[in-house]
């Protein structure tokens, strides 16, 4: 077992930035590939970022990509996203994952979730 807590999310400008953090308890979080997926209102959960078991292998869906950065510290058991350039479309519940197979990028293929934290982006 693996639980998550997000934490970090807030209301921003357009323009502004966050990071969100992911602090894992429980099983090895070194084992898991971490994922980080956001939720809008009347919308479906939709894949964000994610990082390899080390750190060394990140992907990003295409609407972040050169905005958001995903990053891990496994001393600390935290996955973070830096998000930058912010936009009012950028708005939903940011949720973390664990998953056992890196690059996954729908939310099926991961076994632990947290409960999210809000990220409210106006504009």
């Known amino acids: 077992q693996v639980q998550l807590a997000e934490s970090g999310g807030r209301s921003v400008q357009a323009g502004g930035s966050l990071r969100l953090s992911c602090a894992a308890s429980?099983?090895?979080?070194?084992?898991?590939?971490m994922g980080w997926f956001r939720q809008a209102p009347g919308k479906e959960r939709e894949f964000v970022a994610v990082?390899?078991?080390?750190?060394?292998?990140?992907y990003y869906a295409d609407s972040v990509k050169g905005r958001f950065t995903i990053s891990r510290d496994n001393a600390k058991n935290t996955v973070y996203l830096q998000m930058n350039s912010l936009k009012p479309e950028d708005t939903a519940v940011y949720y973390c994952?664990?998953?056992?197979?890196?690059?996954?990028?729908?939310?099926?293929?991961?076994?632990?979730w947290g409960r999210g934290t809000q990220v409210t982006v106006s504009s």
């Open positions: 990082v390899s078991w080390g750190g060394d292998s990140t």
């Open positions: 994952a664990a998953a056992n197979t890196y690059r996954i990028v729908v939310p099926s293929g991961y076994n632990y």
């Open positions: 429980g099983r090895a979080f070194s084992s898991y590939a």
